[in-house]
């Protein structure tokens, strides 16, 4: 995910560039599981993923800071990135996937049959050790907030999260409301590039996958 930061000299943004990134494939795509906060490595695919990844971002938006979620899949993806623009990767908390609870690691079908989805999820409720709605928006808002305004102006900043971080970090960055039925699809290492200028948000594109079809 990458970020350009222009502060106004009021203090308020005046020009955002993001890059969203998803990491690649993991093990538990082959497994058919819940991911997570189940902690599971890329496969011998994903690191490919990545790879190609690294080179788009190099060529197309090399960035001055990297920032990851630490669970493995994006950290690695992350690691690969930083390799290839000779910079470091800084781990924060708030990108990691959702807390899914006692759900992480199980397969779709025994999952389904233990812990059912509830009828309505209410924003404020946990569900099976899960964190809540309101925990999950918080995370977004946070990590966003503390990029405009705790990171150097005019500096491109590259994000590796996940998919169901990113459905958040997009609804906080348009203001939908936490539960909101519109979701972005995400492939392994899809790039989604966001702009906010001068308080208008622009979606520029979304989930460019053109770096896994390099000749």
Avoid at 29 to 57: N, Y
Avoid at 61 to 70: A, N, Q, V
Avoid at 128 to 140: D, G, V
Wanted: proline share 5%; with cysteine; hydrophobic share 40%.
């Amino acid at each position: 995910m990458l970020f350009e930061v222009i502060l106004s000299k009021d203090g308020g943004v005046e020009h955002v560039e993001l890059l969203v990134v998803r990491h690649g494939q993991s093990e538990a795509d082959i497994i058919k599981c819940h991911e997570g906060r189940a902690d599971f490595p890329l496969t011998e695919t994903g690191v490919k993923q990545a790879l190609l990844l690294a080179e788009w971002i190099k060529e197309k938006y090399p960035p001055d800071f990297i920032l990851s979620s630490p669970l493995k899949r994006a950290s690695q993806t992350a690691e690969i990135i930083a390799k290839k623009v000779d910079k470091n990767v800084l781990y924060f908390e708030e990108l990691m996937e959702f807390n899914n609870g006692l759900l992480a690691g199980l397969p779709f079908e025994e999952a389904e049959i233990k812990y059912p989805k509830p009828k309505i999820r209410r924003p404020h409720e946990k569900y099976y050790e899960q964190e809540s709605l309101i925990e999950f928006r918080t995370r977004a808002e946070t990590i966003l907030s503390k990029i405009v305004y705790e990171f150097p102006i005019d500096k491109r900043i590259m994000l590796v999260s996940h998919g169901g971080m990113i459905n958040m970090l997009f609804r906080s960055f348009l203001n939908l409301p936490m539960n909101s039925d519109i979701n972005i699809a995400t492939s392994d290492t899809g790039i989604h590039f966001w702009k906010l200028e001068n308080e208008t948000k622009q979606i520029i594109f979304s989930n460019k996958v053109e770096h896994l079809f390099k000749a």
